[in-house]
């Protein structure tokens, strides 16, 4: 079993998103250390170089100013000057005449692998008995040969002294990575833990959850924020499925019985034609009304998922107005009802001109429906000035008290006061999806604030935009 579970740690540590985070921190931050130190050591051996072959150039330079000055005494005078002032022992002097024997200087023979006239060279010499590396510089005098170097054993020792603290630098980042890693990953598990642990209780069904906000601020409070505003919208479709399925088993059980009642009694007694008919009648008429009710859903539905932006143009919103006054007016005539309409000539708008005639149809119909026989119903619209469309809908019926306004918009809610008047309280549910659509809103208030009764106004608010 020990075995079986390092076997699937492993993938699962390979596979983790935090272990990915970590290995490139460590990759990141072990490229950045190589680099600094490789800088530094290159840098520092570099100027040690330039260092020694500056000073071997300037001591020659002076030696061969002192032979133009002195000839070849002068020459080997300031050579034995030079080697007994030398307290570190690491000056090479070596003057040769033309026939190769030795004037001054503190190395035996000349180089082998060393000619004359090169300019700076790396060679291993025999200095004092002992063996050592060594950078020199041949020179040619009139026929003389002349050899200035310096012992590089201290540099090399220092070099080495460089690269071994190199090493060691290099390691100590090395392990400061892999720490540093494993921070980085405990970090980021430990401000993902959180949001994994809710999900798991969404996915588990309860959907109370939320992720915690630290107050910082940062990317996760940010994600944590925005998977909460969507848990929000979630909770609130599931709330919202739920009374829409309990209101549509509620609502459509009646016609459904009805009809079914009705045709019942049709076939199950001696009726007559005319009896017949009439159930017939009825049957359709409840049928209708289902199929009204699933129109107007499928609607909403469309509205609030944002179907139907697929469908929207450039168009006049006054031409939409007109066509719901020329027809509603008309029925508002019926009941000895007067439709005034105000708007401009012409109001051009971004959106869905049919939804948008839907809607303002369920205000104006709503609006006949509740205001009296005599009433007067009000249709405007305008371009205000903080860049909203607004379309008004005002009635002179009995109203709706303000607990009631903030329930208006859901789905198959019906104020007590018209339980008996026709419908499927869907109307105003369409009418806050078609202006959520379009990027606005539904206000609802008074229509004539103090009046008895004080009439209800509907305010739909567009955005010209879409």
Wanted: negative net charge.
């Amino acid at each position: 079993m020990p075995d079986r579970l390092r076997r699937t740690a492993a993938p699962r540590l390979l596979q983790s998103a935090g272990f990915r985070f970590a290995a490139l921190f460590t990759v990141v931050f072990g490229a950045a250390a190589v680099t600094l130190i490789a800088v530094l050591w290159i840098s520092t051996a570099a100027a040690l170089d330039r260092q020694m072959q500056a000073a071997i150039r300037a001591d020659t330079v002076a030696l061969t100013e002192r032979w133009r000055a002195g000839g070849t005494p002068g020459l080997i005078d300031a050579i034995e000057e030079r080697i007994a002032t030398d307290l570190t022992n690491e000056s090479i002097y070596l003057l040769l005449d033309t026939q190769g024997t030795k004037l001054a200087g503190n190395l035996d023979s000349w180089p082998t692998t060393i000619e004359a006239s090169i300019a700076f060279a790396r060679t291993r010499i025999m200095l004092e008995g002992i063996t050592t590396d060594a950078r020199i510089m041949a020179s040619d005098l009139g026929g003389l040969r002349l050899l200035v170097g310096r012992d590089e054993s201290e540099r090399v020792q220092l070099r080495l002294v460089l690269t071994e603290g190199v090493v060691w630098s290099l390691g100590a980042s090395l392990l400061l990575a892999i720490i540093g890693a494993g921070l980085v990953r405990r970090a980021l598990e430990s401000r993902l833990e959180p949001a994994m642990r809710t999900a798991a209780h969404i996915a588990g069904g309860d959907l109370s959850r939320r992720v915690p906000v630290t107050g910082r601020g940062d990317e996760f409070d940010r994600l944590a924020g925005s998977m909460n505003i969507m848990l929000d919208r979630i909770q609130a479709l599931m709330t919202g499925i739920k009374g829409v399925s309990d209101a549509i088993a509620h609502d459509l059980r009646t016609p459904i019985a009805r009809a079914r009642t009705k045709l019942e009694e049709a076939v199950t007694t001696d009726a007559g034609e005319d009896a017949l008919r009439g159930a017939m009648e009825q049957g359709i008429a409840d049928l209708d009304q289902i199929s009204r009710i699933f129109q107007a859903l499928l609607r909403i539905a469309e509205a609030e998922a944002g179907a139907r932006r697929a469908a929207f143009a450039e168009f006049d919103l006054s031409a939409v107005l007109r066509d719901a006054e020329e027809f509603y007016s008309v029925a508002a005539e019926v009941r000895e009802q007067r439709l005034d309409a105000d708007f401009p000539d012409t109001l051009p708008m971004v959106g869905d001109r049919d939804l948008l005639l839907q809607a303002v149809a369920n205000l104006l119909d709503n609006a006949i429906k509740f205001t009296p026989d005599g009433g007067v119903i009000r249709l405007t619209a305008r371009a205000r000035d903080d860049d909203w469309l607004e379309i008004l809908v005002a009635d002179s019926g009995p109203g709706l008290p303000p607990d009631d306004r903030a329930r208006a918009g859901e789905r198959f809610f019906r104020a007590d006061a018209s339980r008996n008047t026709p419908g499927s309280g869907l109307g105003l549910s369409l009418v806050r999806a078609v202006a959520t659509l379009h990027g606005g809103r539904v206000e609802l208030g008074d229509a004539v604030p103090g009046a008895s009764p004080p009439g209800l106004a509907v305010r739909m608010l567009l955005s010209p935009d879409g």
